[in-house]
């Protein structure tokens, strides 16, 4: 009987199963299957209200996406980029570490020039300014192999900064050799006492002077202080004293006094890195490295907070006073300009100059890139201005970091140029910087 109402019920359970459940044949074994859950409930459209209240949502999403940021934002966003800046600097990393270690996430415009390049005058070595002071010191390094007393001056005027340091100290020695010049006879004057308050105070301190007294023939000696008694205890000091042969040498000691007193120091030098492009719509367009900005980590949050100030007043009224008083301060952020000429075929000479040269130097820039130095031209600034006075310097014609010019020859001789085009090339730059003529990205 027990089996027939179990048999039974598993055919009820078969017949009754609602949508959604696996159902079980009912010849199958009668074991007990676990009770099935109820079927969802069909989901309802949204409302008519319901829609709209999402459309018009939607809508204004749409407006605040296509909206200008407001200008809290602004000032959000200008704090952001000041504070990681500042933060940059105070870890030790210059601008140009943080621009290789935290690349812009959309993407940076291709750089105009890759960077700030010098001449070694020892090596002849073109290199960035970030290496410039390390190439300077291995390349004196080298030189003392060949010239040590040469090597020697070149260290103390080149990397002592305090020029008049280094002045009164360079005459400080320049007495003592000028002493045992003049008195070759007295013994006195061929010992220099190295505790000595003067020497001390004047001469120790520069780098690269010990290196030269040993390069003109002193030696170090440790000798006992002179006019003591036999019952006092003995001490001794230290003296730079003169080789005997040397005294036989007295006017190549007096030819290493005036190489000291006359030497300047070694200064690497500003590489143009003259360029030439052909004429493009993009000639005004300019993304210049970091190594045109002259920014320390502590003028970064002095900048960070000028910044900040200028945005507070973006909607202030300023006198013309004021506002010439911001330019300058502008203007004196940057050591370098990336200058571009353009001339009347389209194409473009490139270079990079001082902020503060003066408009002279671009001339004779220009010049020396011409098949025929001869030809008369002008140049015109931005807007057209005639750049006459070329005493003038970059940054005081608003000239830096980066600006476009134009060249126009002299209306004189422009016949006569035009009637040469026919006999040469188009331009009028020499062959060998149109043959490396580049394509602006």
């Excluded at 080149?158 to 320049?174: I, L, S, W």
């Excluded at 025929?372 to 000239?399: H, M, Q, Y």
């Excluded at 422009?414 to 040469?420: E, I, P, S």
């Amino acid at each position: 009987m027990r089996k027939f109402f179990q048999e039974l019920k598993a055919d009820l359970k078969f017949r009754t199963a609602g949508p959604g459940q696996k159902l079980s044949e009912p010849s199958r074994a009668p074991r007990e299957e676990p009770r099935a859950e109820a079927a969802p409930r069909p989901r309802r459209g949204p409302t008519d209200e319901a829609q709209m209240a999402a459309a018009a949502a939607l809508a204004r999403l749409e407006l605040k996406a296509k909206a200008p940021p407001s200008r809290e934002a602004a000032r959000s966003r200008v704090r952001k980029e000041l504070s990681a800046e500042a933060a940059a600097g105070e870890e030790g990393l210059s601008l140009e570490e943080k621009d290789l270690t935290c690349p812009d996430k959309d993407g940076a415009a291709a750089l105009s020039v890759s960077g700030v390049y010098f001449l070694c005058p020892l090596t002849g070595a073109v290199v960035r300014k970030d290496q410039k002071e390390r190439h300077l010191r291995e390349a004196i390094q080298s030189y003392f192999s060949v010239d040590p007393v040469a090597a020697s001056i070149m260290e103390i005027h080149t990397f002592n900064k305090d020029r008049q340091k280094v002045r009164a100290g360079v005459e400080t020695v320049a007495k003592y050799l000028d002493n045992i010049y003049l008195h070759p006879e007295e013994e006195k004057y061929w010992k220099i006492k190295l505790q000595n308050k003067v020497f001390q105070e004047r001469i120790s301190c520069l780098e690269g002077i010990h290196r030269f007294f040993q390069a003109i023939g002193f030696e170090k000696k440790t000798l006992p202080v002179p006019g003591q008694g036999k019952e006092s205890k003995q001490t001794t000091e230290e003296y730079y004293v003169l080789k005997e042969e040397m005294l036989t040498k007295l006017e190549d000691l007096k030819d290493y006094k005036e190489q000291l007193l006359s030497s300047e120091p070694v200064r690497a030098q500003l590489d143009r890195q003259p360029s030439v492009f052909k004429p493009s719509p993009e000639a005004a367009l300019f993304e210049l490295p970091n190594d045109f900005y002259n920014l320390s980590a502590e003028e970064i949050k002095r900048e960070q907070r000028l910044r900040t100030e200028a945005v507070e007043k973006a909607s202030m009224l300023r006198t013309r006073a004021m506002r010439e008083k911001e330019e300058q301060r502008e203007m004196r952020k940057y050591n370098y300009t990336l200058l571009r000429v353009r001339f009347p075929d389209g194409y473009i000479l490139q270079g990079t100059f001082y902020a503060r040269e003066s408009i002279s130097v671009l001339y004779a820039f220009v010049r020396e890139a011409l098949r025929d130095d001869w030809l008369p031209f002008e140049l015109l600034g931005p807007g057209g201005v005639r750049l006459t006075d070329e005493n003038l310097a970059f940054n005081e014609c608003g000239l830096v970091p980066a600006a476009l010019l134009t060249l126009a020859w002299d209306a004189a001789v422009m016949a006569d140029v035009q009637a040469a085009a026919e006999e040469q090339s188009a331009s009028p730059l020499k062959p060998e910087l149109l043959s490396k003529a580049q394509t602006l990205s």
